[in-house]
């Protein structure tokens, strides 16, 4: 759900969300504007989401919750790096959504492991 809705409003109102974060007016990675960054991410979220979902109502939930899990610390550690090598041109409000957002994330996988661990004690 948190990817859905992550992956729904960057799509949505990625102009916004650009503005508000410093990335509105610059260019990323020589590539695309700061807007259509974020209006990627989002894109990427949306299916990345559906398959969490799709994934989530297997029976065995060992493997699937290897994947997702191994995502989210992919995420955290990304961002992570994106905070201190600087990459992205955020300003402030842009570098603590992105650490307010790594550290859900950094949540959400904990729990994961978490309850990893407890499935695969009884099994």
Do not use: K
Request: with cysteine; proline share 3%; hydrophobic share 55%.
């Amino acid at each position: 759900a948190f990817c859905l809705g992550s992956g729904l409003l960057l799509t949505v109102a990625s102009g916004p969300i650009a503005q508000w974060i410093g990335m509105s007016q610059s260019q990323i990675f020589g590539l695309v504007d700061g807007t259509t960054f974020i209006q990627v991410i989002g894109i990427i979220l949306l299916p990345y989401g559906v398959l969490v979902g799709f994934l989530s109502m297997r029976q065995d939930l060992r493997l699937p919750g290897q994947f997702v899990t191994a995502m989210d610390m992919l995420w955290m550690v990304g961002s992570y790096g994106l905070l201190l090598l600087q990459t992205l041109p955020l300003n402030t409000a842009g570098n603590w959504a992105v650490l307010i957002i790594a550290d859900i994330v950094l949540a959400f996988a904990l729990v994961q492991l978490w309850g990893l661990r407890i499935m695969n004690r009884t099994v």
